[in-house]
């Protein structure tokens, strides 16, 4: 199953995939893509993000691939969906996207072992957790500033139920700017693998349903302007579209959209 979350004349509903055009919602009705404002597949109840959970990618920003899993948390209004805009700030040197596989819990755990943490996934979806590196500390803790603002993490199309990947760490990842490819990467390579983060994280919290785990990005990123249209893909799961607008282009649109 692949099913998204949209608004469609200001009401939110739950839609399903049809084919490449079509969604049918819960209530019935067939619309196309083009009809519907995508919103983030899932609302997190808490997320967890990887930072430099692929060697390619530590080597990239010449750091030594970590001993255990470096994880932060994500607040909830970080969170876009599907062809929104992600603003770049107007001080920003150097702003980059993070193509991510995302892992949805689905039920409750706690101190689950490797062998058993599949059984606790609702399914998966595709992140695009952008990062500014002039506000950046620390690589291995991510501050606020970096991972905190508002519309910084594209998340869907889809959540896509597990049964429908069946091998999650053997999937293609690739980022494109503009149409040119300008990363591209593998699930096989993480570091610490899913069932190795679910055991990680339940050692010593519950895990919850909803609760969603970001698994970090691999070598291969590049600064994304304003006016750029940022696609990130993982093989099975979807292709999430996102676009970077300036600071002053997106607040000025939101002004008018409230005087409306």
Not at 129 to 148: H, M, Q, S, T
Not at 180 to 207: E, K
Not at 240 to 254: D, G, I, Q, R
């Amino acid at each position: 199953m692949k099913r998204a979350r949209v608004m469609i004349n200001g009401a939110i509903h739950f839609g399903y995939a049809q084919n490449d055009f079509t969604l049918m919602l819960d209530d019935g009705r067939i619309v196309e893509h083009h009809e519907v404002q995508w919103l983030p597949p899932l609302v997190p109840r808490t997320t967890f993000a990887l930072g430099l959970n692929y060697a390619d990618h530590a080597r990239e920003l010449a750091f030594k691939a970590p001993d255990e899993p470096l994880v932060f948390l994500k607040p909830a209004n970080t969170f876009i969906g599907h062809r929104a805009h992600t603003v770049r700030p107007a001080d920003a040197t150097y702003m980059h996207y993070e193509c991510e596989l995302g892992v949805v819990i689905g039920r409750r755990c706690r101190n689950v072992s490797r062998d058993q943490a599949y059984a606790y996934v609702a399914g998966y979806t595709v992140g695009n957790d952008y990062a500014i590196r002039d506000y950046l500390e620390n690589y291995y803790r991510p501050n606020l500033p970096v991972k905190g603002r508002d519309t910084c993490t594209p998340l869907g199309p889809w959540l896509v139920s597990a049964d429908q990947v069946p091998d999650p760490m053997n999937l293609r990842l690739t980022t494109s700017v503009n149409g040119v490819l300008t990363q591209q990467g593998n699930t096989r390579d993480m570091i610490f693998d899913i069932p190795t983060l679910i055991a990680w994280l339940s050692a010593f919290m519950t895990l919850e349903a909803g609760d969603l785990i970001l698994t970090g990005t691999p070598e291969g990123l590049v600064d994304a302007r304003p006016g750029d249209e940022i696609v990130t893909e993982i093989e099975q799961v979807g292709r999430l579209v996102n676009t970077v607008v300036s600071e002053s282009a997106y607040f000025k649109v939101k002004s008018l959209q409230e005087q409306a």
